[in-house]
C-alpha cells in the first residue's frame, strides 16, 4: 500500500496556535495578474519586473506571485506592479490576497528587518486611473468576524469608494491611489484587531461593461 | 453632515447567526474568466452563454459572474462554464470563489426547488485537458478550522493530484474531471462539517511558464 506524507497545520498548541511571534508579523500578497490582450507575456512580465522588490521576499510561480515582508513594503510593491501593469488600451484584472497571522506561516521567506522608505511609491504617486474591485474579508477562527467585515465596509461607505454589496463580496469603485490607500487601512484595521485574517481583492481596469 | 447608511451584517442574534434555514442551504460561485488573448469579449461571453442556467440563480456583473442554487447545480454550470471557456490556443485562468452558509445571506437569488438531473454534465463529461489551480479554504467562525484545511488538503494528496503547499494556498495539477471531481468532495465535506465557509479555487489553463 503506498505511503502518503500528509500535512499537518496548527497542531502543536490545543488553541491551533503554532506561528512563532516572527511569523506572525509578516504580510503577504499573493496574487496574478491577466492582460487581455495577445501580448499578455510582455505586458504582465514587464509589470513584474519593473517593481523594486529589494525590501520584500518575491517568487513568482505557475500561477501567481508572493510577496511577503513589513505590510508596508509588501503594499508597496503589489500597488506598484498594478499600476506598471496599466495599459489604457487594454482590460485588465488582478487577483489579490493579502494575508497575516496564519497558524502554519513559517519564519522564512521574508524581509522584516527593514526601515520604512517605500522603494516604489515616489515613481507611483501621480498615476491615477479608476479602478472597478470587489473585496472579501475574511477573519479566522474567532466567533464575530461578520463585526469585522462590517466594520472595513462601512469605512469604504465613510470614504465614498463603496458601490455596492452583493453576494459574497463588496463593490468598490475610484481611483487607483485611493483603492490602496483603502487596502494600507484594512491591512492596518486588520493587524490591529484579528489574529489571523484573509483579504481578497479583486481589481478590474478598462473592462469593456460599463 | 452627510448621512451614511450603513452595512449590518449578523446582528440579530447573539451568534451572529441570522441567516434562516432556507438561505443556509444555498451554494454560490462567484466567478470570473480571464482569457489571455485579443478576442477576450467573445470567448469569454461565448462561454457563459453557452451554459445551461436553468437550474440556478444567474447574474453577471462588471467584474464576475455569480451562480447560486442547490451545490448540484451550481457546480455544472460553473464547470461547464470553464470547459466551455477553454480554447487550446489561448492561456486562460478562472478565479472562483464557492461559499455557503453566510449569516448575511438572504433566501431570494436562488432556486432550490429543483430535481437533481445536472443540465450541462452529458455535454461535458468527456472533455479533457490539464489544469494547474491553487485552492484555499477559509472556514469562518470556529477555532479549528486549520484542522478542516488539513482534512481537504490531505484528500487531495489521496487522490494523487496535490502538487504542493505555498504560502496562502495549495496547488492541484490533474485532469479537469478530477479537479470539479475534487471540488464537488471540498463542498460536500464543507457543506457537512461547516457552518459557514468560503472555498477559494483559481484554475489556468495553457500557461506558458512550464
Known sequence: MQEHKYVTYGNTC??????SETSRQITGCRFSISEMSDD??????????KVDTSKVWSKT????TVYRGKQNHVEDAVKACFINAYNENVHAT??????????????????LAE???????????????????????Y??????YM???ATIVNHAIDLGIYSGSTHYCTMLECDVQDL?????????YCGKNIKHYVFEVTLSVNSPTK
Do not use: Q, R, W
Request: with cysteine.
Open 14 to 19: 490545543s488553541c491551533g496556535c503554532d506561528a
Open 40 to 49: 499578455y507575456i510582455s505586458l504582465i512580465l514587464g509589470a513584474i519586473s
Open 61 to 64: 510561480d505557475k500561477i501567481s
Open 94 to 111: 488582478m487577483e489579490c490576497t493579502f494575508s497575516k497571522g496564519c497558524p502554519g506561516d513559517v519564519e522564512s521567506d521574508s524581509f
Open 115 to 137: 526601515d520604512d522608505v517605500l522603494m516604489n511609491e515616489p515613481k507611483i504617486k501621480d498615476k491615477h486611473f479608476p479602478v472597478v474591485s470587489k473585496i472579501s474579508l
Open 139 to 144: 477573519p479566522l477562527g474567532v466567533s464575530d
Open 147 to 149: 463585526t469585522h467585515i
Open 180 to 188: 490602496f490607500s483603502y487596502i494600507n487601512y484594512v491591512n492596518d
